[in-house]
């Protein structure tokens, strides 16, 4: 098949249902659960918050429109290799210098649900991913790495979702494991890539330190991951082009074949 049928088969089966548009997104508003780290740790994030232009009144008649402020770190989003200081020296490490390409990929999702709901510090070691592997084929070069924890229903509830610092991801084992595997990045459910204990990891934040360090990218606060198969979907994740941007808040969207 030429890259044109290709192409105009996706077309006819997104047209079908055949393939199914699956929204990893969460809602992005005031109620989004934020990073809290403790104070030793520096400034925080702030909140989302939505203020008025005009809401078709004296300030603008025919219209309405709002401005955003937005931390780049909020919500469903995007780590670019600048955010970390591993990642720093990158050449092109910000969000308005990726190459578009790296933001359509294969993903590979690893089921951890019961492990977390046994253990909400629950942290996936090379050892799972393999025993995954085993199962599901090897994690193909430029995959995504999801790990699926059912944790995103929390998130309606700050408390529930932060879960004072409790929270599932990855080892630093791990870690190693998939950038040794050429992977994109790594996707997690909770409100930042690494698990809420991975300060006391070494080196701290795994995901981030050694991910950002080799140029690869996170995703965090994903939803929806048990929507998807553990092979087989195709994850359309781009950033805001915001000119030296660390992250950005994003749209999220899986192709999933439902046959
Ligand atoms: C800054 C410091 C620690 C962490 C994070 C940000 C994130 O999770 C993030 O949103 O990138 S853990
Ligand atoms: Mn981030």
């Known amino acids: 098949m030429s890259a044109a049928e290709s192409l105009s088969a996706v077309a006819s089966a997104l047209a079908s249902g055949a393939i199914e548009v699956v929204d990893l997104t969460a809602p992005l508003g005031p109620e989004t659960p934020v990073l809290y780290l403790p104070p030793e740790f520096g400034r925080n994030t702030p909140?989302?918050?939505?203020?008025?232009i005009s809401a078709y009144d004296s300030n603008g008649p025919w219209w309405a429109w709002g401005w955003m402020e937005l931390g780049e770190h909020t919500g469903t989003h995007f780590d670019a290799p600048a955010h970390w200081i591993s990642g720093k020296d990158r050449p092109d490490n910000t969000t308005d210098k990726l190459p578009a390409k790296d933001f359509v990929a294969p993903v590979c999702v690893i089921d951890c649900t019961n492990e977390v709901a046994a253990d909400p510090d629950f942290v996936l070691t090379a050892e799972g991913v393999k025993a995954w592997e085993a199962e599901h084929g090897a994690i193909p070069?430029?995959?995504?790495?999801?790990?699926?924890?059912?944790?995103?229903?929390?998130?309606?509830?700050?408390e529930s979702f932060l879960n004072g610092g409790h929270t599932p991801g990855p080892s630093v084992d791990c870690i190693r494991y998939l950038v040794e595997k050429k992977i994109i990045g790594w996707g997690n459910e909770c409100v930042g890539t690494d698990a809420g204990m991975a300060h006391s990891f070494d080196p701290p934040?795994?995901?981030h330190h050694l991910m950002l360090e080799e140029g690869r990218y996170g995703l965090a606060s994903l939803v929806n991951l048990d929507k998807l198969p553990p092979t087989g979907a195709l994850v359309v994740a781009a950033p805001l082009k915001i000119v030296n941007g660390t992250g950005s808040p994003l749209r999220v969207l899986a192709l999933v074949p439902k046959n």
């Not at 995959?143 to 700050?158: E, I, L, T």
């Open 47 to 52: 909140a989302f918050k939505m203020n008025e």
């Open 141 to 158: 070069e430029g995959a995504w790495v999801f790990m699926r924890s059912d944790w995103y229903p929390r998130n309606k509830s700050a």
């Open 205 to 207: 934040f795994p995901a």
